[in-house]
């Protein structure tokens, strides 16, 4: 009898613990990748002329594939979503995006009107996050063999030598949790579309470029301020958290009335039972900061039209106080809740 | 009454005239794309510490989404071919590869033991071809909203300082036209796969990177024999013959009894109804090269693996004495035939 073969799920593209451990024991390991995965990887160039006394030439290189449904959503689409999405790997690495490549995976059938309106959207959002679409590739699969339009979208870009090693191993005891704006819009909103809830005004994804704000952070910075950063799209601020507390061993507090979020969102997540603390951001990001910076951090965010609403929304604890790498929520009410990442996804294709 | 929207059809993603003008149309004037497209993007790279008076740093940036059907075939599967694919695709600029991003699209209910084949058969091709992959992504659709699995490569090389700007504009009248091995297996052998017709010994696909074999041209070369390089996937020898045609203004003409392809290829065809000359390979490449160092290309591709087989098939004639920008085959029973570029694709899903 021939053994019954496992399956891929959906929960398996959700950004939570099923993904991470289907990623690191059979992908990440194979390809001989060194965890903690960031979210672009980082290239040392070794090229011919470069002085040999300066520093390194750092590149970041980062991939996202693009499935969301529906294609066209309130505040964006596939096209804005794939290419915002991309510049904002680059930047969660402190770089400026140099150049885009973009695949299509178009399903036969599908209007070339809704097409030109996608590309049309992508060439926007490059054009405002000031990087140009280099390459590509196109591809039509049957009827049925596909939904609507799938997008990929690759990255190059160049690091900032102020941003030195961004990584969770660089966050220690004491230091600050900062977002530079509200959480879970994106997520919402599309679901929100997906369930035919309508808002009045609509509740809009927040679908946007981050490499200006990035680039004042670090305009800002001496370097030494900022420890990670991570844009929180699938799995939301919840599952970001867990992954800084997984990777650094710390655990990391945070206060539920400092968190930003729009009524808006809090409403739709009541009628769709969801937790917007779970839902993905598209143009958001959550840094950890030394603490005796976080001011002067939330200051130069603040000046950015993407940061306008930057808040610092807690700390990081040593080990002992609770439980093992885990996150908490000071609640409203005065309690404390475990925020532990989901299995699968509350919210499949949602980016 | 609404008008009737126009559809995406299958032979839009075939690589012929339909693909072309959608590609033209509604993408790369969208985003300002430079005409002719090459394999990939060449990025002239200004980097901090880089010295002024050093040449240029300069990067091939590429990107390409895998859909072929069946995932598994004779002589390899979705993985290999989609590493040999993105490393050829920088390799046809001159460059070797520097790093590879991997963006998975998966169904529900694909079995992660496939998956599992798949990523290791694309870890043993970048081992063979030299490259790491350093990141990636991995998404799942519903079942009935995918097929399996579509991955997508993109990928970063440098360019060998001899390979100065490769372009068709570089034809001349006189050229030699070489490729460098057999032609249109790897279509063949995925249509007879699909089709259950089983040769002994099997019909495999040509796919492998060419990166070493593009390296050995370009040690060899004085950097002005090879004037442009692009290997034959979809739409095949005749396509890209073509496309050399339409952006050099010149007419190619290839002699039918110098184009190498296996009896098996040729057979199957006979048997589909198929032309190996609109087959595709992924294991092979033609070069434009100046006469007078057209055997000394030819020796330097026969001394590796992948050149065996190399041959000269035909000459780059100037306007006048076909119709402009044609394509002309010399066939074997002593007439001329006209090459024109498909519409649609004789293969779809092949690649």
Known sequence: MEK???????????????MRKLVSEVITAEFGMEEPLLDSAILELNLPG????????????????YVVS???????????????????????????????????????????????????????????AGVRIVTGDTKVVEKGKGDGIFI??????????????????????????????DMGRHGISVMARRNGIDFDPPLESDTKALNGLVKRIFSFSNGEAVKVMRDPTRGGLA??????????????????????????VKGACGLLGLDHLYAACEGA???????????????????????????????????????????????????????????GEQLPRIC
């Open 239 to 264: 599952t970001v958290l867990k992954e800084f507390a997984m990777d650094s061993g710390l655990t990391m507090v945070i206060r539920e009335e400092d968190v930003p979020v729009m009524p808006a």
């Open 70 to 128: 529906p294609v066209f959503f309130e505040g964006g689409d596939i096209g804005d979503l794939a290419i915002n999405g991309t510049v904002n790997d680059l930047a969660m690495t402190g770089a400026q995006p140099l150049a885009i490549a973009a695949g299509f995976i178009i399903e036969e059938g599908f209007a070339v009107e809704d097409l030109k309106r996608v590309v049309r959207s992508m060439s926007l959002a490059a054009k405002k």
């Open 285 to 343: 990001l959550v840094a950890i900061v030394a603490p005796e910076l976080a001011e002067s951090v939330l200051e130069a965010m603040r000046h950015d039209e993407a940061g306008r609403a930057a808040a610092a929304i807690g700390r990081v604890v040593a080990p002992g106080q609770y439980p093992d790498r885990s996150v908490i929520l000071e609640t409203l009410a005065g309690g404390e809740r475990l925020l532990d990442m989901l299995a």
């Open 152 to 181: 990929n979208t690759s990255g190059i870009g160049t690091i900032d030598p102020m941003a030195k090693n961004l990584s969770p191993h660089n966050i220690r005891p004491g230091d600050a949790i900062i977002v530079s704006g």
């Open 50 to 65: 470069k002085a040999p006394d300066a520093g390194a030439s750092r590149l970041a290189f980062t991939t996202d594939s």
């Open 4 to 18: 019954e073969k496992i399956k891929i799920l959906l929960g398996h593209g959700s950004g939570g613990r099923l």
